[in-house]
């Protein structure tokens, strides 16, 4: 059964660029370059049956390019609690939201149960085993700034991923266009 997530990609420059900031934190496994993106949707383990359902409600989703920016770090889960993910933010627009809520449509549409938790538009940097609170906060204090040019969205990706000891093997099962604006 194939494991899917659906996700905007970043720009390759991005990704280089983030990549330079690993190692920071003691014992932080950072998710590879090639692997990071705006997780729109994850969906889990399914049938073949879902997966076919799935891309033909998605190969009709429809919405306009608009620009996205990447801006600001912090960690999951927030309060007190020992951090267990970096982040780096998403600049929240109406657009994103739009297209993020359409996306959960089509899903329910393929006959997959609505997402309970709420939508939480951030890249993840890095996952934490340990509590490294003061390591956290170094970097968070270090990387507030941290910013990145607008780019544009033009496609949305239903991505495979296989679990393997070496880490997640993502493939890309359907891309789906921006509509010409």
Known sequence: MPRLFIAIDIPHAIKEDLSQLTGEVPGARWVPPDQNHLTLRFIGDVDPPVSAALKKVLASLSFLPFPLELRGVGHFPPGRRPPRVLWVGIVETPQLFQLQLNVELAVQEAGIPPEERPF????????????????????????RELSYPPFQVAQVILFSSVLTPQGAIHRKELVVPAAAP
């Open 120 to 143: 939480s538009a951030h890249l993840t940097l890095a996952r934490l085993k340990e509590s490294h609170g003061s390591a956290v906060s170094r970097f968070e204090q270090q990387h």
